[in-house]
DNA sequence: AACCTTATTGATCATACGATCAGCAAATGG
DNA sequence: CCATTTGCTGATCGTATGATCAATAAGGTT
């Protein structure tokens, strides 16, 4: 008990630019993600044990600063591979669906991301509508031509149905990170039960196959 | 062209203190929805065309003035009569549970509602927590008890899945108000298709009867 | 061990923001 | 038309915040 904080954070300093910027980075990340984007650059320099001044000499301003956590929370959040594995017809449309859903569920139920997300919705970023362009198009719409042409019953998928089952997914993760309220721990029951009863209306899958 | 603001805002002053108290309330829920709770009482008397000290006259603080807009926006936003409308056995469950969430959404797919109650979400605020309690317990919960009893297919639907439904329905509003990207203009269609999709998941009603 | 580079700091500035208060002037009553 | 009340304003205070910069010291090199 020599010192206030003996070995907890022995305040390395002097760090390799570029893992400090990372530091920073994902500092600013959790620390955004907790206060809102307009939380002040001194608590984030508290939290991330450095002085405030510190923070300038990695970004030239706090919007830059801003602009690196968004790109590295945004960064590869929409895989590549999804497309393909939508519409790889060598699985059921029902696999194709769950194994998405099961995947992007655990890539987006992430505190961070839920809420920068809605910080930075509310706050008008276009990064935000562009996000939800690229999921329409690149995700939703090729799924929607799948289940058109496999679609047997009466009825037929709109894109607006396809955006209700993704919203009624996502919004687990909502009450889980923006409201925090109770919600199931592991959201595969639901996502599954969502998935199977949106198919079932289309009659495009058999739960039990 | 005599006076720098003829006639538009005739900054008619000295309003009955009721008058006046009403009008700021209004004025910073509009205000606090466009930038976030933490939008600044210059720019809000800036909007209402009055002085900042003005708003002090009224309010003791900030965060009374915020109390105030809470209140507002949250007051009534859940109508007693839902609970007798949704077991009302006279209707099907399917006009029942239509008419709730027409009425519902026409009453939350709202600019100032739904991105208020975004902000205080994010902030924390236990009002959300509380009434999306109240929610579950008054709305969905005997909704649930009244689609149990009725159930007549191999499954029985769970809370959680009422929650999905829900879910859905008011990812309408967030798309709208929140991401604010193009969303269709009259909701009623895709809430239909989404209750009817659930009721038939669970043989509780032909979409055609 | 002395030296040099530069990552980091502490002090500081300009502005923004919540909050206060004495004084002005608009409405009301006489 | 004057007096009184009080809704409202303008000036101001203390602090918070983004941003700057000269000074410092950590860590590698010789």
Not at 54 to 62: D, I, Q, T, W
Not at 66 to 74: F, N
Not at 96 to 106: E, G, I, K, N
Not at 187 to 205: C, K, M, N, Q, Y
Request: aromatic share 10%; charged share 25%; net charge negative.
């Amino acid at each position: 008990m020599n010192s206030a904080e003996p070995t907890a954070a022995p305040d390395r300093r002097r760090l390799p630019p570029q893992e400090r910027r990372r530091q920073i980075v994902e500092g600013a990340v959790a620390f955004f993600a907790d206060v809102g984007l307009e939380g002040n650059t001194r608590d984030l320099a508290g939290r991330l044990g450095v002085t405030q001044s510190l923070l300038f000499n990695y970004f030239a301003s706090k919007s830059d600063l801003l602009e690196a956590v968004y790109e590295h929370v945004y960064l590869n959040r929409l895989s590549d591979d999804w497309p393909t594995l939508l519409t790889d017809e060598r699985q059921t449309i029902r696999e194709r669906v769950l194994t998405f859903y099961d995947a992007y569920s655990q890539l987006i139920f992430q505190y961070e991301w839920m809420r920068i997300f809605m910080f930075s919705g509310l706050a008008g970023a276009a990064l935000n509508r562009r996000y939800l362009d690229h999921l329409g198009k690149v995700i939703l719409a090729p799924l929607l031509k799948q289940m058109q042409a496999a679609a047997t019953g009466p009825d037929v998928p709109q894109m607006e149905d396809l955006w209700n089952l993704h919203g009624g997914i996502v919004y687990i993760g909502i009450r889980q990170h923006i409201y925090q309220v109770p919600c199931p721990d592991d959201p595969s029951e639901a996502i599954t039960r969502a998935v199977d009863r949106f198919l079932t209306a289309f009659a495009l899958g058999d739960p039990n196959e």
